[in-house]
């Protein structure tokens, strides 16, 4: 989703999440019981992948993925704290115990599966390029255009394995893609397609649509948590609680299902290619 796919740098542990704009981070014990006997769970976010997870205008976290951990902890009947921090020190802090889990968009992927373990999906991601209306592009035609991408995710994969010949330009922070794509600096930008969708809705990008179909890489996201680790089952079960009794549901359309439609003729919201039901990208 940024909704993102991280290529893993397994000799350095250079493994995350996307980035954010303010950073928490803790060495508190976590995963351990408090006096109330309720497990404590430390959830892992980054604070700049709008509507996902970002920071509000009085700096409190918010966001699909905030209201889906706080549900799922309720479920649980866990005591969870969710903070944000880098997206590059995500799965490193997972590793070394500063954190229980991560919700920030990430994507399952076999590098990724090899060093830590996801839950069952809970949102499906496709990506999009986007550039200036009025420009008829299509992902095949970037040889030679500068695309911008958030590092490590899997828009940069994407281009660097079937678009060899574009400029591929990487950023820290999403945001940065949508900056210097609307100061001319660089000419598209591949994103998953809900931030996207969000961008194109605000008044920076405004002259920007988004070029083509949604680009479907079977890019699902998961809650990542340590190997082996039970916290796997619990979440599992909770989401499949959730999915149930229709709390699910409300979330996804709280969040999803009024993304404007007049950005490109061939999208029409996020609900066409997101099945709130059961999570499966419906095909076009």
């Excluded at 905030?66 to 490193?92: E, F, K, S, Y």
């Excluded at 968009?105 to 996801?118: N, P």
């Excluded at 949508?178 to 397609?193: E, K, Q, T």
């Amino acid at each position: 989703m940024k909704i993102k796919y991280l290529a893993i740098a397994l000799t350095t542990l250079a493994l995350s999440a996307c980035g954010g704009d303010k950073s928490t981070s803790t060495d508190a014990t976590v995963a351990t019981d408090d006096t109330n006997n309720n497990k404590k769970v430390l959830i892992a976010t980054e604070s700049s992948f709008k509507p996902f997870s970002y920071l509000d205008n009085t700096g409190n976290l918010v966001g699909f993925e905030i209201d889906l951990a706080n549900a799922l902890c309720t479920q649980m009947g866990a005591d969870c704290d969710i903070v944000a921090q880098d997206w590059d020190i995500l799965i490193p802090s997972l590793q070394t115990n500063k954190s229980d889990a991560i919700m920030a968009g990430m994507s399952i992927t076999k590098e990724r599966l090899e060093v830590v373990d996801f839950s069952d999906a809970y949102f499906n991601n496709r990506l999009v390029l986007v550039g200036k209306k009025g420009d008829n592009i299509t992902i095949n035609d970037l040889a030679g255009k500068t695309v911008g991408v958030q590092q490590t995710t899997v828009s940069g994969e994407y281009l660097a394995k079937h678009q060899p010949d574009a400029i591929i330009k990487a950023y820290d922070k999403q945001d940065k893609v949508h900056l210097d794509l609307s100061a001319g600096r660089i000419d598209y930008m591949l994103a998953d397609f809900v931030p996207a969708f969000d961008w194109l809705a605000t008044d920076a990008g405004a002259n920007f649509e988004i070029k083509g179909k949604p680009i479907d890489i079977n890019d699902k996201v998961g809650i990542a948590v340590r190997k082996n680790d039970a916290l796997k089952d619990e979440f599992n079960t909770a989401l499949a609680h959730l999915k149930a009794n229709g709390k699910y549901d409300e979330l996804m359309a709280k969040y999803f299902a009024n993304t404007p439609s007049d950005k490109t003729p061939d999208i029409q919201t996020v609900s066409d290619f997101v099945d709130t039901s059961n999570n499966t990208a419906k095909n076009n």
